[in-house]
């Protein structure tokens, strides 16, 4: 299992910037997929979700810690086996370290992070 972040990088306040998380060994599509991220001094928190294709009802259902609603989008590739983070109107306290996370068979797997950084 292997998760590749990129797309990271510095934005002016009001920008946008697109992240992509490449999988391997295992499908995007049936397992949960998470974006977390991590300021200075600050612990790991998460971003956005999307829900496995598991279940008809819930598959492909999204959710969003309340900072980044409405500005925030996640959505999946299948075909690519990539998961995307696209942030609109971005903030300066939208800097951190973001990280994409997959659990599986009850363990927790990280890629490296990709650094973004929001400033004039």
């Known amino acids: 299992v292997r998760l590749v972040e990129s797309g990271g990088g510095l934005v002016q306040p009001g920008g946008s910037l697109r992240l992509s998380c490449a999988a391997s060994?295992?499908?995007?599509?049936?397992?949960?997929m998470k974006w977390f991220r991590q300021a200075p001094g600050k612990e790991r928190e998460l971003v956005a979700s999307?829900?496995?294709?598991?279940?008809?009802?819930?598959?492909?259902?999204?959710n969003y810690a309340d900072s980044v609603k409405g500005r925030f989008t996640i959505s999946r590739d299948n075909v690519r086996n990539t998961v995307i983070l696209q942030m609109n109107s971005l903030k300066p306290n939208d800097t951190a370290v973001y990280y994409c996370?997959?659990?599986?068979?009850?363990?927790?797997?990280w890629g490296q992070g990709t650094q973004v950084t929001v400033s004039s």
């Open positions: 999307i829900i496995s294709d598991t279940f008809i009802d819930s598959g492909g259902s999204t």
């Open positions: 060994g295992f499908a995007v599509r049936w397992f949960d």
């Open positions: 996370n997959a659990e599986l068979s009850d363990r927790a797997y």
